[in-house]
């Protein structure tokens, strides 16, 4: 069983920055962060495997978001510069055993969520 923890969110105005953290129990997962704005389906933001030696990013977040993880700590940061208006959404830190994927439904832990509203 892994339990997740999402921390950081909140409101920041357009083109500064914000970071997310995840604070998990149990190892050897990959990590993923996803977000959901109001009426729309669960997106991709990003993922990495249990020793950060994979790390996927959504297309509409590459170059402007970077997930770093601290397995001494179990911890998952998700540094966001840049910021858009269109990056309000709640956001959830998510667990899988072996490698990341793209795919919400492939992930079997979840956090409870944080907010993030970027001002424009």
């Known amino acids: 069983q892994v339990q997740l923890v999402e921390s950081g969110g909140g409101l920041v105005q357009a083109g500064g920055s914000l970071r997310l953290s995840c604070a998990a129990s149990?190892?050897?997962?990959?990590m993923g962060w996803f977000r959901q704005a109001p009426g729309k389906g669960r997106e991709f933001v990003a993922a990495t495997s249990w020793n950060g030696g994979i790390t996927l990013y959504g297309d509409s977040v590459k170059g402007r978001f970077t997930l770093s993880r601290d397995n001494a700590k179990n911890t998952g940061d998700l540094q966001m510069t840049s910021v858009k208006p269109e990056d309000t959404a709640v956001y959830y830190c998510?667990?899988?055993?072996?490698?990341?994927?793209?795919?919400?439904?492939?992930?079997?832990?979840w956090g409870q969520g944080t907010q993030v509203t970027v001002s424009s």
């Open positions: 149990g190892r050897m997962y990959a």
């Open positions: 998510a667990a899988r055993p072996l490698t990341p994927t793209t795919g919400p439904l492939d992930y079997d832990y």
